[in-house]
């Protein structure tokens, strides 16, 4: 890992250190999650509340340095936060978190608007039916499914896809 890597750490985890405070100061109890920064593909984070541990994505803390430690970071917080003051039954965006998320002073946003690149892209195989011009893109499990003898109706001719 490298010296410009342990900076954006540090920023995560100074980030994190002053929405503990501020949680202590609003409900009275500490989070302290273990953190890591394995996460890959068009998550920027995770948090999961049953190992009590957040994951971030390191690339897009990498390339949107500000935006994910001013949203990211208190985001997945709120997820442990929430969990721990309300229960396990809430939904993971729901009221409850949208209310953690108000009191850390924090927009409460769903999705991050990072621009990222797709991990992968998943294959699809063509199928053709009786309608001119028309081409089905089915994927993997559709296609092995058609392999294996199980149809698959076009729903403007009715006929089977070949």
Same mark, same amino acid.
């Given at each position: 890992?490298?010296?410009?890597?342990?900076?954006?750490?540090?920023?995560?985890?100074?980030?994190?250190?002053?929405?503990?405070?501020?949680?202590?100061?609003?409900?009275?109890?500490?989070?302290?999650?273990?953190?890591?920064?394995?996460?890959?593909?068009?998550?920027?984070?995770?948090?999961?509340y049953l190992k009590n541990?957040?994951?971030?994505?390191?690339?897009?803390?990498?390339?949107?340095?500000?935006?994910?430690?001013?949203?990211?970071?208190?985001?997945?917080?709120?997820?442990?936060?929430?969990?721990?003051?309300?229960?396990?039954?809430?939904?993971?965006?729901?009221?409850e978190w949208?209310?953690?998320?108000?009191?850390?002073?924090?927009?409460?946003?769903?999705?991050?608007?990072?621009?990222?690149?797709?991990?992968?892209?998943?294959?699809?195989?063509?199928?053709?039916?009786?309608?001119?011009?028309?081409?089905?893109?089915?994927?993997? +499990?559709?296609?092995?499914?058609?392999?294996?003898? +199980?149809?698959?109706?076009?729903?403007?001719?009715?006929?089977?896809?070949?």
């Amino acid at each position: 890992m490298n010296e410009s890597s342990n900076k954006l750490e540090c920023l995560v985890l100074d980030k994190l250190s002053e929405l503990q405070k501020k949680v202590c100061r609003l409900f009275g109890f500490t989070v302290n999650p273990e953190i890591a920064f394995d996460l890959r593909g068009q998550a920027a984070g995770q948090a999961n509340y049953l190992k009590n541990k957040i994951r971030f994505n390191r690339d897009l803390l990498e390339k949107f340095t500000d935006e994910f430690v001013s949203q990211t970071v208190p985001h997945e917080f709120a997820h442990l936060v929430a969990y721990a003051k309300f229960g396990r039954r809430i939904k993971p965006h729901g009221a409850e978190w949208q209310l953690v998320m108000v009191a850390l002073g924090v927009k409460p946003v769903r999705t991050h608007n990072f621009e990222v690149i797709p991990a992968r892209r998943l294959k699809r195989f063509p199928y053709q039916c009786d309608c001119p011009g028309l081409l089905h893109e089915l994927s993997t +499990i559709r296609h092995n499914r058609i392999q294996r003898g +199980i149809l698959y109706i076009c729903k403007k001719c009715g006929k089977a896809l070949r």
